[in-house]
């Protein structure tokens, strides 16, 4: 089975966002993301997206010869996230990188909680219409035309990507990841499947009810109903960047 140059970078990628993953050092995720937006990026020209991949399985899905490539691809980001969550948002993901080196948590705008959990539901309703409409219709939802990153790694695009771009750049500023957690289908998609995998993170015995992890996590995935008592995971929301884990004084989170 060859495989084909792009999917040997993703797996590349994704290979050594998993060992700094277990390595718990910001140091290797920070060069795993930038060498990502270089490479898939702006090397490649464009975020080599799993929204494409599957869109080219849906439109062809009992050709299994033809879709090979795009089944090794939505595999080799939906299989760690199964084990280890989704690492391909947290480490990899071109599009999650640019939105984390714009944030300024000094410009951190709080979303109203209500507000923020209908926003979070929109990914799930973008994911149920990137299936539904190539099996209903034949045709693909998600094209050059209406991807605002493309306008960035391509340095050209249609008004409307222009636009929806210079929206999400500037929501940025102020929100952390706004895309991935407001917009992003591929973060719906493994949203589900860590929440159905063995992904778990837990606090320890050791755990001291700092609260810090929680402090630290951009995405609101670790919760404490009051002071005291120990974070949970929304698995729904983590990113498995490992933040919270770096940021543990006691290293009690497994």
Known sequence: MNISAENLTYIVFMAVAIA???MKKRAVRWIV???SLAVLG?????????????????????????????????????VPAFFLGPIFCGWVCPKGIIQELLYRKELHLKIPE????????????????????????????????????????????????????????????FVFRPFCKYVCPVGALLSIVSRIGLFKIK??????????????????ALKISKKGEKPVLDKSRCIACGECRVNCSKDCLK
């Open 20 to 22: 700094g993953f277990f």
């Open 33 to 35: 993301m930038l060498g």
């Open 42 to 78: 702006f090397l490649q020209m464009g975020c080599p997206s799993p929204i494409g991949a599957i869109q080219n399985i849906l439109m062809a899905p009992l050709d299994f010869v033809k879709t090979l490539p795009f089944w090794i691809k939505l595999a080799v980001v939906v």
């Open 114 to 173: 209500k507000l923020d959990n209908w926003l979070r539901k929109i990914p799930y309703l973008v994911l149920f219409a990137l299936i539904a409409v190539p099996i209903l219709f034949h045709a693909k939802v998600f094209t050059s035309a209406v991807s605002p990153f493309k306008v960035v790694f391509n340095l050209m695009g249609p008004p409307f990507a222009l636009g929806f771009l210079i929206v999400i750049l500037i929501s940025s500023l």
């Open 203 to 220: 606090p320890g015995e050791n755990c001291t009810d700092c609260g810090l992890c929680a402090s630290k996590c951009g995405m609101d």
